[in-house]
């Protein structure tokens, strides 16, 4: 650490003495003055990359982080620095092309980020077959104004061109030696800054570069143009990791493993042995919605009835990356976290996976998905052979009029009621069955409105008037809002969920099977949307001021705090029992797998989770992004910064331990997924272990 001083102190001297030869060089004064147009460049591409941070991280010193300006300005010096090796007529289309390439990043990421709240991989670019099927929802909810601010840079390159051209600006004399000695002089200008840069470095700023987990991070502290370059080595990573990482990958994959502690049984091992299964992926369902009324009328009736009627676990975190349902579909069959580069279900199909579909078939269970949707949307028609399915019934296997669908596809209530008649079928011609139905209307982006039936998310109240008469009053609050027309659309979700749970027992399907739900994300709606929820003035018929008694803060903790969906297991033993009731524990989606295990007396040897009942309030949810939950607190890796969530004293130990046990297993996570760890074929020691079983 002193010798990084030491240099940096140098480093300072030797700058500073340039600064001064460069104020007193009419030499390199004139440099600038014959070099606007590449100036021009550097300064537009720096600019863009600024402005983008601040539409994305909203404090001074995100957006204005001084290494993220100086590794932008490092980069688009260097890369600008070769337009000196072309002739002055021709340095223009190169500087633009570059320029565009680099707004084009900007508007990307802007974009992205709106929608995902993390900015853009290369590797995402496999997805885009998928944009045409969410187009409406993209072009609704993600683009905005904002995101096309950053073609100014383009544009005023090209006005400082016209100016120049006028002046005649590339007809000076082009010797090629004084272009390359103006190219060698630039780059090495370039070099210095990268030296400073780098002593600049921490070794957490190393690490989380090298992990590219924390994508924040590594933009606020590297720069927005240096990310995407690290991102698409990341991106082309596994092929090479393939071929040379797999010995490191391996020994961590069984020290991770032999570590773990053995599941305990508990009070509920085995108590729904035998039993058929229904799964419930509820799109976009939120726990805090149900909490929520409109003018008396519950949000959510139904899905707050099978709450109260069957095992509620309140603290349900989804997990998921840039898969959204495909990641969630990921972790909770297999108790693994979404990959770091791309998604499982599109770039690693054709990998073994320990399942729930798979470990159940083992025990005699006929296993099948429900979604009426394209086959192979998110790639499930490939992905649910490698997870266990012995069928997947999908759009074709269902009656799909123009009258009978909602938002992208299939009405959830039209959905619900064809797949109680396949249901009915299979329960005549299997003894155990397991299957999965997914929920479709509920999908951003929440437009259909005139479709999702009558309630009214703004506020009607009567009033008694001077005169003595009453009159309904009505006043503007969420109507015509994106978390209004949200709520209208799991207004219908919910009441779907309601007719399904009436048909399943009118069919008598629920007399020995448990019905699970999960939420698979959030709706991924705006924060200020919620302010407008919690902060609504009927008076002013606007947010309520700060230092109004009544204001409630929601910030980036209650937002993401705000995020939990909700996890239901629900049967008809269970209503009036001593298990039917609220589960607090803080509890991820890698954790149902591990949990159902227990309870329907399978094992997932590889899960990353936990049966919630073997490790109550002692659990931890880890996020892809690198952040974590406990009971204790939410912290936030970008920022290493946490909100308590008790009054327990936080101790620096706790936040290491947990944050270094939250590396570990994203990059093991990581590791099974890309190196096909759980394949016999490939895993001696995987061989080994089954036949000592």
């Known amino acids: ?130 944009i045409g099927d969410v187009g409406d929802a993209v072009v609704e909810n993600v683009l905005q104004l904002k995101d096309m601010i950053y073609i100014i840079g383009p544009i005023a390159l090209i006005v400082v061109h016209l ?15 004084d272009r390359k000695k103006k190219m060698l002089h630039t780059l090495a200008f370039s070099g210095v800054l990268a030296l400073f840069f780098l002593l600049t470095m921490s070794a957490l700023d190393i690490s989380r570069f090298m992990k590219q987990w924390n994508k924040e991070y590594v933009v606020m502290r590297f720069g927005i143009y240096i990310y995407q370059a690290n991102d698409l080595v990341s991106s082309i990573q596994p092929k090479i990791n393939a071929m040379f990482g797999y010995d490191q990958a391996h020994k961590d994959f069984l020290d991770y493993y032999a570590e773990k502690e053995e599941p305990t049984t508990n009070e509920f091992t085995n108590m729904f042995k035998g039993k058929n299964i229904i799964v419930i992926h509820g799109e976009s369902m939120m726990t805090n919605a149900m909490s929520l009324s409109f003018n008396g009328e519950e949000v959510t009736p139904n899905l707050n009835k099978m709450a109260s009627e069957g095992m509620f676990f309140n603290n349900f975190f989804s997990q998921v990356s840039v898969g959204t349902s495909s990641d969630s579909e990921l972790t909770y069959n297999t108790s693994l976290m979404p990959t770091k580069s791309g998604t499982a279900f599109v770039s690693y199909s054709d990998r073994t996976y320990v399942s729930t579909p798979s470990l159940l078939k083992e025990q005699g269970y006929y296993t099948f998905s429900m979604h009426a949707n394209n086959a192979d949307f998110w790639n499930r028609r490939t992905m649910y052979n490698s997870l266990g399915y012995d069928r997947f019934y999908s759009k074709t296997d269902y009656v799909v009029e123009k009258e009978n669908q909602i938002g992208l596809g299939l009405s959830d209530k039209e959905f619900f009621k064809q797949s109680i008649e396949k249901l009915k079928e299979i329960n005549t011609e299997h003894n155990n069955w397991y299957g999965v139905l997914i929920m479709l209307s509920n999908h951003t982006p929440f437009s259909d409105v005139e479709k999702y039936g009558e309630f009214n998310v703004d506020i009607t109240t009567e009033e008694t008037k001077e005169d003595g008469t009453v ?134 040897k590889y899960a990353l989770g936990h049966d919630i009942f073997s490790i109550r309030d002692n659990n931890i949810v880890v996020f892809p992004n690198g952040n974590w939950v406990n009971k204790n607190m939410y912290y936030n890796s970008q920022k290493a910064e946490y909100l308590p969530l008790t009054e327990q004293p936080i101790t620096e130990e706790e936040i290491a331990n947990n944050t270094e046990y939250t590396n570990k297993l994203l990059d093991v996570s990581n590791n099974i997924i890309v190196f096909d760890l759980l394949n016999p074929e490939k895993n001696s020691t995987l061989e080994e272990e089954g036949e000592k079983e």
């Open 471 to 604: 009159e309904q009053v009505t006043y503007p609050y969420m109507e015509g809002r994106k978390l209004g027309n949200y709520f209208k659309s799991l207004h219908y979700a919910d009441s779907a969920l309601g007719e399904f749970m009436t048909g399943l027992d009118e069919a008598g399907l629920l007399e020995n099977t448990v019905v699970i739900l999960y939420g698979d994300h959030d709706a991924r709606l705006p924060k200020k949307d919620y302010n407008y929820l919690y902060n609504y003035d009927m008076e002013t018929h606007d947010i309520r001021d700060e230092e109004d008694e009544e204001y409630k803060e929601y910030d980036y903790y209650q937002y993401e705090l705000g995020r939990k969906v909700p996890f239901i297991i629900w049967s008809k033993d269970l209503i009036g029992s001593e298990y039917n009731q609220t589960y607090n524990y803080i509890m991820g989606m890698y954790d149902v797998s591990p949990t159902l295990g227990n309870m329907f007396g399978f094992r997932n």
């Open 163 to 177: 100016r120049l051209k006028k002046k005649n600006y590339d007809k000076r004399i082009d010797i090629k030696s």
């Open 1 to 130: 650490m002193k010798r990084v001083k030491i240099g940096i102190n140098k480093l300072k001297k030797f700058l500073k003495k340039k600064w001064k030869s460069i104020k007193e060089d009419h030499a390199i004064r004139n440099y600038f003055k014959e070099n606007v147009l590449f100036v021009s460049f550097v300064v537009t591409c720096v600019l863009n990359a600024t402005i983008l941070r601040f539409f994305c991280m909203h404090s001074i010193e995100n957006y204005l982080s001084w290494k993220a300006i100086l590794a932008d300005t490092m980069i688009t010096i260097a890369i600008g620095s070769f337009g000196y090796l072309l002739k002055p007529k021709n340095r223009f289309a190169y500087y633009l092309v570059l320029d565009i390439l680099l707004s084009a990043i900007c508007v990307i990421n802007s974009v992205y980020y709106t929608f995902y709240t993390s900015f853009a991989s290369i590797s995402m670019l496999s997805l885009t077959q998928y």
